[in-house]
């Protein structure tokens, strides 16, 4: 517990530092900046002027960095100038959509990748083995951004799934079954790309974690007294393999951010990506340190839940610890 | 010359182990107040077990570290008092020969760069000079012509240390001080190491300080033994007393390992 | 395959992928400006060597493409044979800012055009563009992962080699550039600077802003292998010799980070040019007129262009084969590591 409180503060700091960095950055081209914003027709010129007193846009950096924490204290973190709100109940929505998405990928990614590593790992040689690696080496060569645009063209010429957009124009009047089939068809092209995109490589990782502890004498052992094959890979090679995995996991989260980003703009799915092009393009500030700073919270936070899950998870962490 | 070239007057080394944040302040003394001398073409030999503190004295006389106090005379300065600018021309003098030749030796230079490589830190000369100087140093400790260009892994255990030993020579020391370099290597190859180590003696009137663990070989080279036990010299003699009349106990004890029965192997003047 | 194969067969590929690049002004039938309006959008052409009416031709020809107003709709005009020539005169251009021509290595007379990889919306030949956006993009991941090399091997060996604060500070560094998702990270840095600069200038910029972001894990590595090769005994005896510190490790201790460097290098480079294809594609990088593959493929945010015009998609394409390149490489350095 005072391992996960430690981990916490640690990451709180990351937080400041980078907000802090954030800000400095911006006062690199501060002129620029501004005129450009008085420029952005979105953006109300009267909003600009009465928002400077309340922000000190133009006042000491530190004392703009300090009403801008006062703020982010009262939990409103910030002003869109572009959609005259607070940034709080702007991005809530966003975070969660690129959230679901997120999961819903992860969840499938993981679950393709360890079922076909596993399966692989028990052929080591076969045909089989040997398709998967050359199916997952040519995605990995294929970048996100053509994987989208492919499945893009595809639903566009079949149209078989949505090609954006995370609802129908008339979500709100369909039934609640209707709902949960229509958010999942337009779900189907974004996870897809998603999924294709990581999971070649967690797949590499789990055949080759697996494989080794296939090796282990525990498993030998294992076999000796004729174990089932499948219940020695499920229940004995893959636990054993699992620290590594969920090791990879942690550090797994800045790559599906990364990926969710570009997929959100592509498709069109109303996340955290599509805001922050969007506010970067329109010079929306708070908004844009807003979104920086919720990605690093995420990625920490992910990095975090995985050494929870290792800690519970690998007993020999559990005795170490004390 | 009476006075000897060497004079380690109460070398004491405490290695102290700080831990960020922490009260305590550990330390490990490895050497306190050792005092030993060595005279011109003479051969003193350090024996003692492992953790006594042997190669610590002999990276101290080197000055690869510096000793918490006391002094290091080489003739008449002491190296304590300088420091790493001072130094450079008394690095010419006192070469120390590492324990493991293979770690020590760059695995990624020819046999001939490892030689001249003191040469080029010392900027001796042009490169044609200096792979010259090597090749010739090279031939006198009996490293044939084709193994110039070879690198150290393909070597065998006892040509590695003659290239280590060629290396140790090229600047001309005085003293070389030697740890362990017998270690690893087949009784034939010690055999001729040890001849090759005694001939050079001769003709260079070289000192040696030999750090070793085994007290049989160190006698057969050594014109005095120092005993050395957990940081302190305990007994200090010629190695005909050592062997025949061990006044500490711990040095009895380390004659009886050495010798089987009726194997007096006590230096008469000739090699092995 | 040997060794010395597997690494030089993807050498090799990419190697002349990119003197095709750089020799974009004579390789290419036409310059990147050049606009043919009244065929917007055209497919590619095709060449044959037999005509209608049934002769075979040795050298290979095509037909002008005519729409009869209706610009969805192109069709062959199969009166006029053109050839395909060689070594033609066509629009001047200026290779490596010293070579002054205007021969090109293949064209067709007026009236036809020769669009090998079809046109776009402003009838813009797609194959000159690029080649010429290739210029841009290949060459933006290289400097960009020289720059990031560069930086890494500076701070980690600083890091690895003299430890203590500047250690600790370069890592705490690291880690706030670690904690954010890399794209994330770009776009943040992005963001800051000034969105609408010459197009020497942003290119400039975008090798700048992806190499200085991509320096820690570099770092990191070379850090690594510092920390390990400085406490050798070879590291040692030198210094017993008086080696300076310079000298201990220019001569023994940086020599060994040459295999993570290059390995690095065949990872990063496309990495980094997949970095300023999609900053070009979402506008924040390198803008019209100058092609980038990235702008070029933003044509596709177009709903029509998605469905009817296939072959604005290929600036994506040539990536694959250009990543399998480096990736092949990147994977026999690591074996040889």
């Keep these: 517990m005072r391992y996960v409180l430690r981990r916490v503060v640690h990451g709180v700091l990351v937080l400041v530092a980078v907000s802090i960095l954030s800000f400095l950055l911006l006062h690199l081209a501060p002129g620029e900046f501004f005129a450009e914003m008085r420029l952005n027709p979105q953006i109300a010129p009267g909003t600009v002027d009465a928002l400077r007193a309340q922000y000190g846009l133009d006042r000491a950096l530190p004392v703009q960095y300090g009403l801008w924490m006062r703020s982010v204290l009262k939990g409103e973190f910030g002003y869109s100038f572009a959609y005259n709100q607070p940034v709080s109940s702007l991005l809530w929505p966003r975070v969660l959509n690129t959230l679901l998405l997120n999961t819903v990928a992860l969840l499938i990614a993981w679950l393709v990748a360890v079922t076909f590593g596993t399966w692989a790992a028990a052929r080591p040689g076969k045909w089989e083995d040997r398709l998967c690696s050359l199916g997952t080496s040519t995605l990995l060569v294929i970048p996100d951004l053509m994987l989208a645009l492919a499945l893009l063209m595809l639903a566009v010429r079949t149209r078989w799934f949505p090609s954006g957009g995370m609802v129908t124009i008339d979500f709100a009047d369909l039934t609640a079954w209707s709902k949960v089939k229509d958010l999942g068809a337009h779900l189907v092209l974004p996870a897809a790309v998603i999924v294709l995109g990581t999971f070649p490589l967690l797949y590499r990782h789990v055949?080759?974690?697996?494989?080794?502890?296939?090796?282990?004498?525990?498993a030998q052992a294992a076999r000796g007294y004729g174990i089932r094959r499948t219940q020695l890979l499920f229940r004995q090679a893959l636990p054993a393999a699992a620290n590594p995995l969920i090791s990879l996991l942690g550090l797994s989260f800045g790559t599906l951010l990364s990926a969710s980003l570009l997929v959100e703009v592509v498709l069109s799915w109303p996340g955290l990506g599509p805001m922050l092009l969007e506010s970067i393009l329109a010079r929306d500030v708070y908004v844009v340190i807003a979104i920086v700073l919720l990605s690093a919270a995420l990625v920490i936070l992910g990095s975090l839940f995985a050494d929870v899950l290792l800690y519970w998870s690998d007993p020999r962490i559990r005795t170490e610890g004390r | 010359m009476d006075q000897p070239l060497l004079r380690v007057r109460d070398l004491t080394k405490t290695y102290t182990q700080n831990r960020f944040l922490s009260r305590k302040r550990r330390g490990i003394c490895a050497l306190r107040g050792v005092s030993l001398s060595i005279r011109r073409g003479c051969t003193l030999a350090l024996v003692g077990e492992s953790g006594s503190g042997k190669s610590t004295l002999a990276r101290c006389v080197a000055r690869l570290e510096s000793p918490t106090s006391g002094q290091i005379w080489l003739g008449d300065a002491d190296l304590t008092t300088l420091h790493s600018a001072q130094l450079k021309p008394f690095r010419r003098r006192i070469q120390l020969l590492l324990q493991d030749s293979a770690a020590a030796i760059n695995p990624h230079f020819l046999a001939w760069e490892v030689v001249s490589e003191p040469l080029r830190i010392q900027h001796r000369g042009t490169i044609g000079q200096e792979k010259a100087k090597a090749l010739e140093m090279m031939e006198q400790v009996g490293l044939?012509?084709?193994l110039t260009e070879r690198r150290q892994h393909e070597l065998s255990g006892g040509q590695r240390q003659r290239l280590a030993i060629a290396r140790a020579l090229i600047l001309d020391p005085e003293l070389l001080v030697l740890d362990e370099p017998f270690i690893g290597l087949d009784v034939s190859v010690q055999a001729q190491i040890a001849n090759l180590l005694l001939a050079t003696q001769k003709e260079r009137s070289l000192s040696y300080l030999l750090i070793a663990h085994d007290l049989a070989l160190a006698s057969s080279l050594a014109d005095e033994i120092a005993v050395i036990h957990s940081g302190r010299i305990i007994e200090n003699a010629?190695?005909?007393?050592?062997?025949?009349?061990?006044?500490?106990?711990?040095?009895a004890q380390l004659v009886a390992a050495a010798c089987g029965p009726g194997v007096n192997r006590a230096r008469t003047g000739g090699g092995l | 395959m040997t060794h010395w194969q597997k690494i030089a067969v993807p050498l090799v590929a990419l190697v002349t992928v990119h003197l095709l690049v750089v020799f974009a002004?004579?390789?290419?039938?036409?310059?990147?400006?050049?606009?043919?309006?009244?065929h917007p959008y055209a497919p590619p052409s095709r060449a044959h060597f037999r005509d209608e009416k049934g002769h075979i031709h040795i050298r290979p020809f095509v037909y002008a493409w005519k729409n009869n107003g209706n610009f969805a709709e192109y069709e062959e005009d199969t009166e006029r044979i053109m050839p395909v020539r060689f070594f033609v005169p066509g629009d001047p251009y200026t290779m490596l800012h010293v070579l002054h021509s205007s021969v090109h290595l293949f064209g067709v007379a007026e009236p036809a055009h020769i669009f090998i990889l079809g046109s776009d919306g402003y009838g813009r030949d797609q194959f000159s563009r690029l080649l010429f956006g290739g210029q841009v993009s290949l060459f933006s991941g290289l400097l960009a992962a020289a720059l990031s090399l560069s930086l890494g091997l500076l701070f980690g060996s600083a890091a690895g080699y003299y430890g203590?604060?500047?250690?600790?500070v370069l890592m705490r560094i690291s880690e706030v550039f670690l904690a954010l998702p890399w794209l994330y990270l770009l776009f943040a840095v992005r963001a800051f600077l000034p969105l609408r600069?010459?197009?020497?200038?942003?290119f400039l910029l975008l090798i700048a802003i992806v190499g200085a972001v991509g320096w820690t894990r570099p770092a990191r590595l070379v850090r690594g292998i510092v920390l390990s090769a400085k406490e050798r005994s070879y590291v040692l005896a030198a210094r017993g010799f008086g080696a300076t510190e310079w000298y201990l490790l220019r001569r023994h201790v940086l020599p060994q980070?040459?295999?993570?460097?290059?390995?690095?290098?065949?990872?990063l480079i496309p990495q980094f040019i997949l970095a300023e294809v999609t900053l070009s594609f979402l506008g924040l990088g390198v803008a019209e007129p100058i092609p980038s593959w990235g702008n070029m493929l933003s044509a596709l945010q177009q709903y029509n262009v998605l469905s009817s015009y296939w072959w604005m998609i290929i600036p994506g394409l040539v990536l694959i084969p250009i990543f399998l390149s480096y990736y092949l490489l990147a994977r026999s350095l690591e074996q040889q590591v």
């Design chain 3, 197 to 202: 600069m010459s197009a020497a200038g942003t």
């Design chain 3, 257 to 267: 980070t040459r295999g993570v460097l290059l390995t690095q290098a065949a990872i």
């Design chain 2, 144 to 146: 044939p012509k084709t």
């Design chain 1, 207 to 218: 055949r080759s974690s697996v494989s080794e502890s296939l090796t282990l004498p525990f």
């Design chain 2, 238 to 251: 010629t190695p005909s007393e050592i062997l025949q009349t061990p006044r500490q106990p711990y040095t």
């Design chain 3, 164 to 168: 203590g604060l500047l250690d600790a």
């Design chain 3, 25 to 38: 002004g004579f390789v290419a039938p036409y310059d990147v400006a050049t606009q043919f309006r009244e």
